[in-house]
T-cell receptor, first 111, second 115 residues
Framework: KQEVTQIPAALSVPEGENLVLNCSFTDSAIYNLQWFRQDPGKGLTSLLLIQSSQREQTSGRLNASLDKSSGRSTLYIAASQPGDSATYLCAVEGGAQKLVFGQGTRLTINP | EPEVTQTPSHQVTQMGQEVILRCVPI?????FYWYRQILGQKVEFLVSFYNNEISEKSEIFDDQFSVERPDGSNFTLKIRSTKLEDSAMYFC?????????????FGDGTRLSIL
């Protein structure tokens, strides 16, 4: 059974810093990995999707990498801003179109 | 930008009552999903739906749950006889193609509170 873990559970950094969020999964037989942002009381906003054949994806200040063989993904956020404060979730799809989620990393960017 | 919309945003229901949660997926999307998130826990998959039938369901999705696409725009989740443990945030999602090629887009959720 696929298990997804995110470390750290919470992270607080000063504005302007670059940071890395980590995601690991136990079964490397995945179709894709998706990173989401969740604001308090809101839904999930899709940030990046990496297909299993890809190594990384970039969108603006965000860069996500995937190492399927080791069961790891990272989300790199450059030049962090207070508006980046949110919970970041990673999720893997191992088939049957269902996503398996991690617990999330709660990120706080301090002005 | 097109978005998934869910109604109501908050539903309060007595235990044992039936509840219907409603979703309007993005218009050109073909795959639809329901997930739930119990407070403080991970987001969990419930069911996926394609071509007017269930593609996959989790062990959570028992006989008390059903889904329907009653017309060309709505996608509903029905819980027949609610239990206290059904209290959670329920998210609807949709994708244009099979999820391995396209991201799933989520709505803002319905907070279901069972009293």
């Amino acid at each position: 059974k696929q298990e997804v873990t995110q470390i750290p559970a919470a992270l607080s950094v000063p504005e302007g810093e670059n940071l890395v969020l980590n995601c690991s999964f136990t079964d490397s037989a995945i179709y894709n990995l998706q990173w989401f942002r969740q604001d308090p009381g809101k839904g999930l906003t899709s940030l990046l999707l990496i297909q299993s054949s890809q190594r990384e994806q970039t969108s603006g200040r965000l860069n996500a990498s995937l190492d399927k063989s080791s069961g790891r993904s990272t989300l790199y956020i450059a030049a962090s801003q207070p508006g980046d404060s949110a919970t970041y979730l990673c999720a893997v799809e191992g088939g049957a179109q269902k996503l398996v989620f991690g617990q999330g990393t709660r990120l706080t960017i301090n002005p | 930008e097109p978005e998934v919309t869910q109604t109501p945003s908050h539903q309060v229901t007595q235990m044992g009552q039936e509840v219907i949660l409603r979703c309007v997926p993005i218009s050109n999307h073909l795959y639809f999903y329901w997930y739930r998130q119990i407070l403080g826990q991970k987001v969990e998959f419930l069911v996926s739906f394609y071509n007017n039938e269930i593609s996959e369901k989790s062990e959570i999705f028992d006989d008390q749950f059903s889904v329907e696409r009653p017309d060309g725009s709505n996608f509903t989740l029905k819980i027949r006889s609610t239990k206290l443990e059904d209290s959670a945030m329920y998210f609807c999602a949709s994708s244009e193609e099979r999820a391995s090629n396209q991201p799933q887009h989520f709505g803002d959720g319905t907070r279901l509170s069972i009293l």
